[in-house]
C-alpha cells in the first residue's frame, strides 16, 4: 500500500496554472480536453434529466472534488437548486468560488439571480474528512454526487476510497444517484503490461505517459493491489501526482455497501456512441465545444490493442 501526501495532491492542483482561451487553444490537448468536458456535460445532462422524470425539477447537487469549478456552467445549464463544492486544493477552489460570484452578478446584474443556484464551497480532504460535518444545513441531503476525474486519488488505501464513498453516497437522497469519470484501470494495465522490453512498466504515446510504480512486482508477475496500486501519468508534458488503478469490481462492491446499484459504466467510445444516439444536442453540443479533433492523417495510429480483458484481476477481496 502506498503512502500518499495529501499535500502533494493539493499542492500540485493549486499550482495549475488558469490558462485563458487563446492559450487553451494552442495546447496539444485542446480537442482532448474539449472532448471530456463534453462528456461530463453529457453525463450531467442525462442524471439530471432522469432526476427531472422522477418529480425533481431542481437539483441538489454535491460536486465532489469539484476543482476550478470547470463544472458550474453545466449545473446552471441543469438549472439545479444547490450546489456543495468540495476539492483539497485551496486555491482551485477559491476559483471556483470566484467564477460562481462572477456568475451570480451577471444573473443579478440581469435581474435573474433568482434562476441561479445557491452555492457554498468546502475545503477538505474529502478522503479523510466527514463532509457531512461541514455542510452549512447539517441534515442537506443531496438528489445527486458528481465526482469527476478525481475518485481514483483516494483509493490510495482502503480508509481513504472508503471516506471518500462515503461522502459520495451517506447524505444521498433514496434514488438519488452517484456519477463519476474515472481512468480505465483494465486499460493502463493492459498498456503497462505490453510496454515494450526497454521501457518496462512505462507506457506512453505522443500526448501522455503512465508509469506503473511497483516494477519489480510487474515483473515478478504480480497483480496490482487492491488499494495502493500507484502509478504516475503526465499528460502535454504536465506531470502529475501519483494516481491509483480503481478495479472496477472493487468500487461496486464498496457501492453496494451503500445500497448503490450500478446503472451502468461505459468506457468513453462507448459512452461516446450511447450520448449521441441518446441526445438530438449532443451532436450540435460536440461542434459548439470543438470536442473533435480533425484526424491528423499524416501521424501513426497511435492505439494500443486492448487485448484480453481478463488480464488485469486484482487479489481477492478481503476487505476489513
Ligand atoms: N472535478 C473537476 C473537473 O472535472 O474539472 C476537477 C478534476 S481534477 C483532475 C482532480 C481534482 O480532485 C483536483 O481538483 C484535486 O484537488 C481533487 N482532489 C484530489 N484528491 C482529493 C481529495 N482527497 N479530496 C478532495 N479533492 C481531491
Same mark, same amino acid.
Given at each position: 500500500?502506498?503512502?500518499? =501526501?495529501?499535500?502533494?495532491?493539493?499542492?500540485?492542483?493549486?499550482?495549475?496554472?488558469?490558462?485563458?482561451?487563446?492559450?487553451?487553444?494552442?495546447?496539444?490537448?485542446?480537442?482532448?480536453?474539449?472532448?471530456?468536458?463534453?462528456?461530463?456535460?453529457? !453525463?450531467?445532462?442525462?442524471?439530471?434529466?432522469?432526476?427531472?422524470?422522477?418529480?425533481?425539477?431542481?437539483?441538489?447537487?454535491?460536486?465532489?472534488?469539484?476543482?476550478?469549478?470547470?463544472?458550474?456552467?453545466?449545473?446552471?445549464?441543469?438549472?439545479?437548486?444547490?450546489?456543495?463544492?468540495?476539492?483539497?486544493?485551496?486555491?482551485?477552489?477559491?476559483?471556483?468560488?470566484?467564477?460562481?460570484?462572477?456568475? !451570480?452578478?451577471?444573473?443579478?446584474?440581469?435581474?435573474?439571480?433568482?434562476?441561479?443556484?445557491?452555492?457554498?464551497?468546502?475545503?477538505? $480532504?474529502?478522503?479523510?474528512?466527514?463532509?457531512?460535518?461541514?455542510?452549512?444545513?447539517?441534515?442537506?441531503?443531496?438528489?445527486?454526487?458528481?465526482?469527476?476525474?478525481?475518485?481514483?486519488?483516494? *483509493?490510495?488505501?482502503?480508509?481513504?476510497?472508503?471516506?471518500?464513498?462515503?461522502?459520495?453516497?451517506?447524505?444521498?437522497?433514496?434514488?438519488?444517484?452517484?456519477?463519476?469519470?474515472?481512468?480505465?484501470?483494465?486499460?493502463? *494495465?493492459?498498456?503497462?503490461?505490453?510496454?515494450?522490453? =526497454?521501457?518496462?512498466?512505462?507506457?506512453?504515446?505522443?500526448?501522455?505517459?503512465?508509469?506503473?510504480? $511497483?516494477?519489480?512486482?510487474?515483473?515478478?508477475?504480480?497483480?496490482?493491489?487492491?488499494?495502493?496500486?500507484?502509478?504516475?501519468?503526465?499528460?502535454?508534458?504536465?506531470?502529475?501526482?501519483?494516481?491509483?488503478?480503481?478495479?472496477?469490481?472493487?468500487?461496486?462492491?464498496?457501492?453496494?455497501?451503500?445500497?448503490?446499484?450500478?446503472?451502468?459504466?461505459?468506457?468513453?467510445?462507448?459512452? *461516446?456512441?450511447?450520448?449521441?444516439? $441518446?441526445?438530438?444536442?449532443?451532436?450540435?453540443?460536440?461542434?459548439?465545444?470543438?470536442?473533435?479533433?480533425?484526424?491528423?492523417?499524416?501521424?501513426?495510429?497511435?492505439?494500443?490493442?486492448?487485448?484480453?480483458?481478463?488480464?488485469?484481476?486484482?487479489?481477492?477481496?478481503?476487505?476489513?
Amino acid at each position: 500500500m502506498a503512502a500518499v =501526501d495529501p499535500d502533494h495532491v493539493a499542492q500540485h492542483y493549486n499550482a495549475v496554472p488558469e490558462k485563458g482561451v487563446a492559450e487553451r487553444v494552442k495546447s496539444r490537448i485542446f480537442y482532448l480536453r474539449n472532448f471530456n468536458n463534453w462528456t461530463k456535460s453529457m !453525463l450531467i445532462g442525462e442524471f439530471l434529466q432522469k432526476l427531472e422524470h422522477n418529480g425533481i425539477r431542481h437539483a441538489t447537487v454535491l460536486d465532489l472534488c469539484c476543482g476550478k469549478g470547470g463544472d458550474l456552467l453545466k449545473w446552471k445549464i441543469g438549472r439545479i437548486e444547490r450546489l456543495v463544492c468540495a476539492d483539497i486544493a485551496e486555491v482551485s477552489l477559491a476559483q471556483c468560488e470566484d467564477r460562481y460570484r462572477e456568475m !451570480l452578478d451577471r444573473a443579478k446584474q440581469e435581474r435573474r439571480q433568482n434562476d441561479l443556484f445557491t452555492a457554498e464551497f468546502i475545503s477538505a $480532504d474529502c478522503s479523510k474528512k466527514r463532509l457531512r460535518e461541514a455542510y452549512e444545513q447539517k441534515d442537506i441531503r443531496f438528489d445527486l454526487c458528481s465526482c469527476q476525474f478525481s475518485l481514483h486519488y483516494s *483509493f490510495a488505501s482502503e480508509q481513504q476510497a472508503r471516506r471518500m464513498l462515503q461522502n459520495a453516497c451517506e447524505s444521498l437522497k433514496p434514488g438519488g444517484y452517484f456519477i463519476g469519470t474515472l481512468p480505465d484501470a483494465a486499460r493502463i *494495465f493492459h498498456c503497462i503490461k505490453n510496454a515494450p522490453a =526497454d521501457s518496462a512498466g512505462k507506457y506512453a504515446n505522443s500526448v501522455c505517459s503512465v508509469e506503473y510504480e $511497483d516494477k519489480e512486482g510487474l515483473s515478478r508477475g504480480e497483480q496490482p493491489p487492491l488499494f495502493g496500486a500507484a502509478f504516475h501519468f503526465t499528460l502535454d508534458e504536465v506531470v502529475n501526482c501519483p494516481e491509483f488503478l480503481v478495479h472496477f469490481p472493487l468500487l461496486e462492491k464498496l457501492l453496494e455497501e451503500w445500497n448503490m446499484e450500478l446503472v451502468y459504466k461505459m468506457r468513453f467510445p462507448e459512452a *461516446f456512441d450511447k450520448f449521441l444516439k $441518446d441526445s438530438k444536442e449532443g451532436r450540435g453540443l460536440l461542434g459548439r465545444m470543438q470536442a473533435l479533433e480533425p484526424y491528423p492523417a499524416e501521424e501513426e495510429e497511435d492505439v494500443t490493442p486492448m487485448g484480453d480483458k481478463s488480464e488485469y484481476k486484482t487479489a481477492e477481496y478481503n476487505l476489513s
